[in-house]
Protein backbone atom coordinates (compact mmCIF):
# COMPACT_ATOMS: atom_id res chain seq x y z
CA UNK A 1 0.00 0.00 0.00
CA UNK A 2 1.32 3.15 -0.84
CA UNK A 3 -0.51 6.42 0.33
CA UNK A 4 -0.28 10.09 0.24
CA UNK A 5 -1.67 12.70 2.62
CA UNK A 6 -2.46 16.50 2.36
CA UNK A 7 -1.98 17.50 -1.27
CA UNK A 8 -3.09 20.41 -3.07
CA UNK A 9 -3.94 20.57 -6.43
CA UNK A 10 -6.03 17.51 -6.50
CA UNK A 11 -3.75 16.09 -9.58
CA UNK A 12 -1.23 13.87 -8.48
CA UNK A 13 0.13 9.98 -10.03
CA UNK A 14 0.98 7.27 -7.97
CA UNK A 15 3.19 4.76 -9.74
CA UNK A 16 5.06 1.26 -8.42
CA UNK A 17 8.18 0.12 -9.85
CA UNK A 18 10.30 -3.02 -9.54
CA UNK A 19 14.05 -2.47 -9.62
CA UNK A 20 13.47 0.99 -11.49
CA UNK A 21 10.80 -0.17 -14.03
CA UNK A 22 7.72 1.00 -13.93
CA UNK A 23 4.73 -1.71 -13.15
CA UNK A 24 1.43 -1.11 -14.94
CA UNK A 25 -0.39 -3.95 -14.57
CA UNK A 26 -1.04 -5.36 -11.11
CA UNK A 27 -1.66 -1.83 -9.38
CA UNK A 28 -4.96 -0.46 -8.48
CA UNK A 29 -5.44 3.15 -7.18
CA UNK A 30 -8.81 4.94 -5.74
CA UNK A 31 -9.77 8.40 -7.31
CA UNK A 32 -7.96 11.67 -5.57
CA UNK A 33 -10.44 11.58 -2.33
CA UNK A 34 -11.38 15.25 -0.86
CA UNK A 35 -10.47 15.58 2.92
CA UNK A 36 -13.13 18.29 3.12
CA UNK A 37 -9.75 21.03 4.07
CA UNK A 38 -8.56 21.91 0.86
CA UNK A 39 -6.61 18.79 0.82
CA UNK A 40 -6.84 15.74 -0.76
CA UNK A 41 -5.32 11.95 -0.71
CA UNK A 42 -4.98 8.80 -2.31
CA UNK A 43 -3.79 5.02 -2.27
CA UNK A 44 -2.33 2.82 -4.26
CA UNK A 45 -2.24 -0.80 -4.05
CA UNK A 46 -0.14 -3.31 -5.25
CA UNK A 47 -1.04 -6.91 -5.48
CA UNK A 48 2.29 -8.73 -5.97
CA UNK A 49 4.78 -11.51 -4.56
CA UNK A 50 7.86 -9.67 -4.96
CA UNK A 51 11.18 -12.12 -5.69
CA UNK A 52 13.81 -12.76 -3.85
CA UNK A 53 16.27 -9.66 -4.45
CA UNK A 54 13.84 -7.26 -5.96
CA UNK A 55 13.05 -4.07 -5.24
CA UNK A 56 9.72 -2.40 -5.07
CA UNK A 57 9.08 1.25 -4.99
CA UNK A 58 6.34 3.36 -5.04
CA UNK A 59 6.95 6.42 -7.04
CA UNK A 60 4.05 9.36 -6.05
CA UNK A 61 4.48 12.77 -9.24
CA UNK A 62 3.23 16.22 -7.81
CA UNK A 63 2.56 19.78 -8.78
CA UNK A 64 4.21 20.61 -5.72
CA UNK A 65 7.46 17.77 -5.81
CA UNK A 66 10.91 19.75 -8.20
CA UNK A 67 11.13 15.96 -8.87
CA UNK A 68 9.25 12.81 -8.29
CA UNK A 69 9.37 11.16 -5.05
CA UNK A 70 10.56 7.58 -4.63
CA UNK A 71 9.72 5.49 -1.46
CA UNK A 72 10.89 1.70 -1.64
CA UNK A 73 9.44 -1.00 0.28
CA UNK A 74 10.65 -3.05 3.38
CA UNK A 75 9.40 -6.63 3.68
CA UNK A 76 10.59 -6.25 7.46
CA UNK A 77 8.19 -5.78 10.10
CA UNK A 78 8.25 -2.71 11.83
CA UNK A 79 9.85 -2.92 15.43
CA UNK A 80 6.32 -2.56 16.90
CA UNK A 81 4.96 -5.59 15.12
CA UNK A 82 7.99 -7.13 16.41
CA UNK A 83 7.64 -6.04 19.52
CA UNK A 84 3.96 -7.27 19.61
CA UNK A 85 4.88 -10.95 18.27
CA UNK A 86 8.07 -11.22 21.12
CA UNK A 87 5.16 -9.94 23.89
CA UNK A 88 2.66 -12.57 22.85
CA UNK A 89 5.11 -15.47 22.39
CA UNK A 90 6.41 -14.84 25.56
CA UNK A 91 2.71 -14.93 26.92
CA UNK A 92 2.17 -18.19 25.14
CA UNK A 93 5.22 -19.40 26.35
CA UNK A 94 4.58 -18.35 29.93
CA UNK A 95 1.10 -20.01 29.82
CA UNK A 96 2.21 -23.91 28.72
CA UNK A 97 4.69 -23.75 31.36
CA UNK A 98 2.13 -22.50 34.21
CA UNK A 99 -0.18 -25.09 32.45
CA UNK A 100 2.23 -27.91 32.51
CA UNK A 101 3.34 -26.93 35.92
CA UNK A 102 -0.31 -27.25 36.93
CA UNK A 103 -0.97 -30.78 35.58
CA UNK A 104 1.98 -32.14 37.52
CA UNK A 105 1.47 -30.78 40.40
CA UNK A 106 -2.37 -32.28 39.90
CA UNK A 107 -0.99 -35.46 39.24
CA UNK A 108 0.89 -35.24 42.05
CA UNK A 109 -1.47 -34.75 44.64
CA UNK A 110 -4.36 -37.41 43.19
CA UNK A 111 -2.29 -40.53 42.82
CA UNK A 112 -0.36 -39.18 46.79
Not at 30 to 57: C, F, Q, R, V
Not at 89 to 104: H, R
Request: net charge negative; glycine share 6%; proline share 5%.
Amino acid sequence: MCSAYEFYPPHIKVSWLRDGKLMTSEATSTMELADGDWYYHIHSELENTPKSGEKISCMVEHASFNKPMIYDWDPSLPESERNKIAIRASGLVLGIIIAAAGIIYYKKKSTG
